[in-house]
């Protein structure tokens, strides 16, 4: 899993617990927040990925 899939990933978890959270107080605003998080995730979908970044991601562990 790419650090971009990650930050994607935890963005839309926020934005979710965020607006359930909104709903069960009754808080447009807090609402609001939380559909800023999830949008701000869908957009990264566009991104450009950097195919050397991948790579670092999932280095083997060094050996002893």
Do not use: C, H, W
């Not at 617990?17 to 609402?31: A, E, K, P, Q, S």
Request: proline share 3%; aromatic share 8%; glycine share 6%.
């Amino acid at each position: 899993m790419t650090s971009l899939t990650k930050l994607k990933l935890g963005l839309t978890i926020i934005g979710l617990i965020l607006f359930f959270y909104g709903v069960r107080v009754d808080n447009t605003t807090l609402r609001m927040i939380a559909i800023g998080f999830v949008a701000v995730a869908s957009l990264l979908r566009f991104a450009k990925r950097d195919k050397d970044a991948d790579t670092l991601d999932e280095q083997p562990a060094p050996k002893e």
